[in-house]
């Protein structure tokens, strides 16, 4: 299984752009307080954190993978 370069791409970007959100808007630390954004919608964006984080950047990875597997 091998993934394609604009696959690849794709995912750096997210990447790129969770780690945007985390470094100027988030905390840098695993917290206890809601998840982001199902907590006060989109205006508490405070709420972001590190747990937040490792899920919108390992699920998408997962799925592409579990995708690829499928069709293999």
């Known amino acids: 299984m091998k993934l ?5 791409g794709s995912y750096l970007i997210w990447v790129a752009f969770n ?12 917290d ?14 405070s709420d972001y ?4 984080f490792l899920v919108y950047i390992l699920i998408p990875i ?4 579990a995708i690829k597997y499928r069709k293999s």
């Open 4 to 8: 394609s370069s604009k696959e690849k």
């Open 19 to 30: 780690l945007l959100i985390l470094l100027c808007f988030g905390k840098l630390k695993f």
């Open 32 to 45: 206890n307080s809601d998840f982001y954004p199902f907590s006060d919608g989109f205006e508490d964006i």
């Open 49 to 52: 954190d590190i747990a937040e």
């Open 62 to 65: 997962l799925v592409i993978i």
